[in-house]
């Protein structure tokens, strides 16, 4: 899988947007680009992916660059709740079983 | 909304022990997994399971791992002869076809 690069920490004040970002300039044209958080002492969560158009859901928001070599996680209303550990990860469509490759991700503060 | 249960939530084991980590997946979901995170690191692929056999594993599924799907709803990881390092967080995941993991909140194993 492609590697990608994200910042290792951030900082939100509670009720603003919040913005993080990804690198993946090997990513493939089959590679999909998918979000997970980790919050404090709980298992991953998936939060959001897509491949090319940006994607909303009830969680978030994913703005994809369009020659795909980034992507954006988009918070648009950071709650105290929201403090976790987020990893951008790209998994291969052809991929057999699917294992996930985590990085360290960005561990993402959210101030009060 | 499912989930993916894993008991004990905790377990402490002597070195040398067996010890069996056990997951109830989703109910439809027909890929398992297990990975495992050792405080402060990164979440670490072990093993995938589909069609009641091993998919993938990685390095770190040696000969002391096992796993097994022994009634249709349980899903188990098992470590016949604990050492110290298999001290970690261990995680299992199931995801439907096509669709993210979704993951348990983990079983703490302490190894003495």
């Known amino acids: 899988d492609a590697k990608t690069t994200q910042p290792n920490s951030m900082e939100s004040n509670e009720e603003e947007p919040v913005h993080l970002p990804c690198n993946h300039s090997?990513?493939?044209?089959?590679?999909?680009i998918h979000w997970y958080r980790q919050l404090p002492s709980q298992g991953p969560e998936y939060v959001i992916h897509?491949?090319?158009s940006n994607v909303n859901n009830r969680m978030a928001s994913l703005a994809i660059a369009e020659d795909r070599k980034s992507s954006t996680l988009i918070l648009h209303r950071a709650t105290l709740r929201d403090a976790a550990v987020y990893y951008c990860i790209l998994k291969n469509s052809g991929a057999g079983s699917y294992q996930l490759t985590f990085g360290k991700g960005t561990k993402l503060s959210v101030i009060p | 909304e499912p989930e993916v249960t894993q008991t004990p939530s905790h377990q402490v084991t002597q070195m040398g022990q067996e010890v069996i980590l056990r997951c109830v997946p989703i109910s439809n979901h027909l890929y398992f997994y297990w990975y495992r995170q050792i405080l402060g690191q990164k979440v670490e692929f072990l093993v995938s399971f589909y069609n009641n056999e091993i998919s993938e594993k990685s390095e770190i599924f040696d000969d002391q791992f096992s796993v097994e799907r022994p009634d249709g709803s349980n899903f188990t990881l098992k470590i016949r002869s604990t050492k110290l390092e298999d001290s970690a967080m261990y995680f299992c995941?199931?995801?439907?076809?096509?669709?993210?993991?979704?993951f348990g909140d983990g079983t703490r194993l302490s190894i003495l």
């Open positions: 897509g491949l090319t």
């Open positions: 090997t990513i493939s044209g089959t590679d999909y």
């Open positions: 995941a199931s995801r439907g076809g096509g669709q993210p993991q979704h």
